[in-house]
């Protein structure tokens, strides 16, 4: 049983819009959050963090919110741009080292 | 060059044949990892080490084999390749000294194909 959930399989976007990706958990034990970024033949690469102590993370165009009551995290990209055209997981932690990821929103961005 | 290489990159092998794939790093991390990834499914962790002599099974192990022979390298081994078994595998890395040592930092991953 997945444990961490997208359940928006894909997103489509304008250039320079905001996208919003979202992810859903239910073990309440995570406490350290991921997002990850996947092109094509590509190996997933780290985009940004939350520890559970947060409720928000900033690096650049990307935002990731962590609602802690509601067992929902979310990544925004202000602005979207064509290069953020990809595969986005969510991931967790339990503090044991090990990450259980979401199935993959596919994000494109148009011109 | 790349800190996580993974070889082969791309594989096509018949069932019942043994592979193996093979994972080395230059990050000087002490954990690697092992996963598949399949449609719909995101990526799903199959062994990790956290160090030499600390080898772990994963959610979905049966099938699968793993040998850590130094701290930089890992490989992944099928015993008998099922069709099943076709999927990308990726390995990763984490750091334990690290303040958020859970980030894990992914190699390019190899299409398996078992026919």
């Known amino acids: 049983d997945q444990q961490v959930k997208q359940n928006s399989p894909s997103l489509s976007v304008q250039e320079g819009r905001i996208s919003i990706l979202n992810c859903d958990y239910t073990n309440s034990m995570f406490d350290y959050f991921l997002w990850y970024k996947k092109y094509p033949a590509e190996g997933p690469t780290f985009l940004i963090s939350i520890s559970s102590i947060k409720d928000k993370n900033e690096d650049g165009r990307f935002t990731v919110f962590l609602n802690k009551s509601a067992k929902h995290l979310s990544l925004h990209i202000v602005p979207s741009q064509p290069g953020d055209s990809a595969v986005y997981f969510c991931a967790a932690s339990e503090n044991d080292y090990k990450l259980s990821f979401g199935a993959g929103t596919t994000v494109t961005v148009r011109a | 060059d790349a800190d996580v290489t993974q070889t082969p990159r791309n594989r096509i092998t018949k069932t019942g044949k043994r592979i193996m794939l093979e994972c080395s790093q230059t990050k000087g991390h002490d954990r690697m990892y092992w996963y598949r990834q399949d449609p719909g499914l995101g990526l799903r962790l199959i062994y990790y080490?956290?160090?030499?002599?600390?080898?772990n099974k994963g959610e979905i192990s049966d099938g699968y084999s793993v040998s850590r022979q130094a701290q930089a390298k890992f490989s992944l081994s099928l015993e008998s390749a099922i069709p099943n078994q076709t999927a990308l595998y990726f390995c990763?890395?984490?750091?334990?000294?690290?303040?958020?040592?859970?980030?894990?930092?992914f190699g390019p991953g190899t299409r398996l194909t078992v026919l």
């Open positions: 080490s956290f160090d030499v002599k600390d080898i």
């Open positions: 990763a890395t984490s750091d334990s000294t690290q303040r958020m040592g859970d980030t894990q930092y």
